[in-house]
């Protein structure tokens, strides 16, 4: 099968086109470094020639109110030009609950963004996943100072990043869901427990502080991050990832 990926030297896209290369498929990445310009549309004729499927995993480069232009923008141009290729299957990365959060000016732009996906003219696949535990140093350093980092006690049920790839190539190579399918991690957490657990494991002596109203989900109502009935659970733990991450360091 012929894949094209756009957004193919981040986090996801990076991992997701040796995954996909490994299993024996043709995969064109495609990026700002390869020429491909989301924004205007800059190569994604040459980027999607003969692809059957196309797997968008772009972020916004920022998480305020321009966010929505930017994926409205990147959606039309994409769709438009896989039209065009006669690409058969589009497919993207989105959040779980992202439609119950509106507030959130990234979570309104991501629901645009599968709202135009599921308009479009090709047939599609979302796979939303839960928070990465990736993010978790990012998420801390928001509210943190020297001594304390504060977090609310916000449900979440995080996913190891290798294991949202693993899901994402599952979905690209099959027929198309026409809908979308929840991935996450096998364990749920509130959002100050994972802090802490973070810290021990790092032996980081600061004090993590529940505080309902820090960070940015202290915005989402508790539950609206945890996936449903029929999500896909990974299997890596959050304890043998950070494990394993201290062990690679």
Known sequence: MKITVIGATGLIGSQLISTLCDAGHEVTPASLSTGVDLLTGEGLDDALAGADTVVNVTNSPTFDE???DFFR???GNLL????RAGVGHQVILSIVGVDLVPQLDYY???TLQEDL???GPTAYSIVRATQFFEFMDAVMSWTSDDKTVRLPSTRIQPIATADVVDALADVATAPPLGGSVDV???DVFTLDELGRLTLADRQDERTVVTD???GMFSATDDGVLVPGPGARLAATHYK????????SV
């Open 212 to 214: 309902e109203q820090a």
């Open 240 to 247: 043998d990832w950070l494990s394993s991450s201290r062990r």
């Open 66 to 68: 321009a966010s929505p």
């Open 80 to 83: 438009a030009a896989g039209e």
């Open 184 to 186: 996450a991690g096998p």
């Open 117 to 119: 996906l599921r308009q």
């Open 108 to 110: 309104r732009a991501k």
């Open 73 to 75: 923008t990147t959606m």
